[in-house]
């Protein structure tokens, strides 16, 4: 008698039922405000099911109220750690939409604004994800350099995180006085910066435990969910926008794109540091290179999208592609603004990647994903 | 040419005899007008060569224009296999958009997966058409990516609102958010989608924000979920305050001064 109620007993004890779980969307590190809704056994994950939304402002529809020029602030506020490409992406739509050509400095420039947000944007992420697996010591080192990049920012546009730095036609200024050597010596001490990087992380053994054959992409789940950016890159596609569809000065300037083929969360934090590598040769040649004239395309004074025209244009964000599909309808205002906003996709397959991982490794499959809620919401 | 003519009356004019006066002024001032026009085309010709002269961005902008896309041989493959089902293929700044019948989207879709290498949906959007005549009122547009040759296809499909696109999830399992994002914000369904539910606002939303007639200023959306606390369109719009209300207002504190600070 008593022998079965022991029995009874140990049962409850180690209950076998799932229990349900509310990760977020205060959690620190959803990196912002996501919620995932987790079934979990023990500590394995069975179910996961993100709920999006919360940081939600209807930034399409403020596309709709606004003329075209006025909207490249909205664009600042999607992928607010990555304003530069954000502003680029919609800049570059409208231009496609009105017929506008760029002058070449104005080019030159813009691809040294984007290279500095991909190093900015790649540094935010190396230092959180490092503090999500349980890293203190790279957030400062990368905080240092990314300050030094915002300093740039600040210099050239007045502001640091939501810049609105591009206009439709070209630019709104010229880069001031001794801004090119300032960024020079950035550029030239950068490389160095990022071994730093590597020698606290690549090889560590910690750091290997918590993300080698974590969060598995396949190459085939990556295509099947749109998977775009480094995410991809990691898992052996060897797709860059910059390379496939140069656009700006990235045709003139010689780089290489890191391929990995694990797909899992190391990889893609090689791939990442790879490219902060690159990004710095890409600014060093852009420097090297910068052609002289103006940085404003001649326009019409009102800028109109004509009736019934559509455009689609899409560049390599820090995160993946980042698209803007606009339709004209003859007055200044664009009657649609779709974004095509990379954090969006590439958060779709985390429920995916989580099947089956242990509740810890959650925390660096959804770092590694490089979300920015505020662009996946608008 | 020009010259000679201009010239011949000219040395009539310093001869002795008067009678050619008026033959010459006519001939001169035809010679006159010539000239004038072939200025004019000349200085036609030369601001075209001036502004042909110029770097291109300090040309006029050359808006992109519709092109029909004969040679295009995605298109070509697509109305071979699918027939009526391609309403039109055109270009326009070089993107080939297709507009395709809304039944068998996910049959085109499925084509240029599986035989035209397009692999990559870069994404789905809808967009939403009021006033737009003979057409349907509603679009939803995909936007197709091919990693080997970098060519895309932007297929476009009209609806109604009450009439339900299928679904490409089977195609792309990445098309599952972006149409119940299409749900959400327009209220055009995906038949045989797994997942039918709104994504960006919440479930029990009584709207579909990005329609053109949904106001700027937002809608009363207390009522429909918080029936205890808001009557019938009393619920939170924008600019007007919260509109909540505690659910019992002692009577003698609501003439008090400041009583309605608290909304």
């Keep these: ?378 | 040419m020009s010259d000679e003519e201009t010239k011949a009356p000219q040395g009539d004019d310093t001869g002795p005899e008067p009678e050619v006066d008026e033959a010459a002024e006519k001939a001169k001032a035809e010679a006159a007008a010539k000239a004038r026009a072939e200025a004019a085309a000349a200085a036609k010709a030369a601001k075209e060569a001036a502004e042909a002269a110029k770097p291109p961005w300090q040309r006029d902008p050359k808006i992109p224009e519709w092109q029909e896309a004969d040679d295009s041989a995605v298109a070509g493959a697509l109305r071979e296999a699918h027939g009526d089902a391609i309403a039109w293929a055109r270009t326009l700044a070089g993107d080939l958009v297709v507009m395709v019948a809304r039944e068998s989207i996910c049959d085109v879709a499925r084509t240029l997966h599986d035989e035209h290498g397009f692999t990559m949906l870069i994404d789905i959007c809808g967009a939403h058409y009021p006033d737009r005549e003979d057409e349907p009122e509603f679009e939803v547009i995909y936007q197709l990516l091919n990693l080997d040759t970098v060519e895309r296809v932007r297929l476009r499909v009209g609806t109604e609102a009450d009439t339900p696109v299928p679904t490409v999830v089977p195609v792309w399992r990445g098309a599952n958010w972006p149409e119940r994002e299409i749900w959400d914000m327009y209220g055009v369904s995906f038949e045989g989608h797994p997942d039918m539910t709104r994504i960006l606002m919440w479930e029990g939303f009584n709207g579909f924000p990005m329609r053109k007639d949904f106001p700027i200023e937002g809608i009363d959306t207390g009522s429909a979920i918080y029936p205890e606390y808001y009557e019938e369109t009393a619920g939170p719009v924008a600019g007007t305050g919260t509109g909540w209300k505690p659910p019992e207002e002692p009577e003698d504190e609501e003439a008090a001064p400041g009583a309605d600070d608290q909304g």
């Design chain 1, 1 to 378: 008698m008593a022998d079965s109620e022991n029995m009874k007993h140990n049962d409850t004890l180690f209950d076998v039922e799932e229990m349900e779980l509310a990760f977020g969307p205060q959690h620190p590190s959803t990196h912002g405000v996501l919620r995932l809704n987790l079934k979990v056994d023990g500590e394995r994950i069975v179910d996961c099911y993100p709920i999006i939304g919360y940081l939600h402002r209807g930034t399409e529809k403020l596309f709709e109220l606004h003329p075209f020029f006025q909207n490249v602030p909205h664009t600042d506020r999607m992928d607010y750690v990555a304003a530069a490409t954000n502003n680029l992406a919609y800049v570059g739509a409208v231009e496609k939409l009105t017929g506008i050509t760029v002058p070449p400095r104005a080019a030159y420039i813009r691809t040294l604004l984007c290279e500095l947000q991909r190093i900015s944007s790649h540094l935010l992420w190396l230092a959180t994800h490092a503090i999500d697996i349980g890293a203190m010591t790279p957030f400062f080192y990368c905080f240092r350099e990314r300050e030094e990049v915002l300093d740039l920012f600040e210099e050239f546009c007045g502001a640091r995180l939501t810049l609105n730095c591009m206009r439709p036609g070209g630019l709104p200024f010229d880069l001031p006085v001794g801004w090119t050597d300032r960024c020079s010596a950035f550029v030239d001490k950068f490389p160095s910066k990022v071994d730093e990087y590597e020698g606290l992380l690549t090889n560590n053994r910690i750091w290997k435990k918590r993300t080698v054959g974590i969060g598995v992409m396949t190459k085939e789940q990556g295509l099947q969910y749109g998977i775009t950016g480094p995410m991809l890159r990691a898992s052996g596609v060897d797709f860059d926008l910059r390379k496939a569809e140069p656009y700006e000065a990235y045709g003139e300037v010689d780089f290489d794109v890191p391929v990995f083929h694990n797909g899992d969360t190391y990889d893609r934090y090689l791939v990442r540091m790879e490219e902060m590598r690159q990004s710095a040769r890409i600014l060093r040649q852009c420097l090297d290179n910068l052609p002289d004239g103006e940085v404003m395309a001649k326009k019409p004074r009102v800028l109109k999208g004509a009736k019934e025209t559509e455009a689609y244009y899409g560049i390599e964000s820090p995160k993946g592609e980042i698209g803007f599909y606009i339709v004209g309808n003859g007055t200044p205002n664009p009657e649609r603004c779709r974004v095509r906003p990379p954090s969006f996709y590439n958060l779709q397959i985390v429920p995916e990647l989580a099947q089956g991982a242990l509740l810890a490794d959650l925390v660096a499959i959804v770092g590694t994903t490089d979300i920015v809620l505020g662009e996946v919401d608008r």
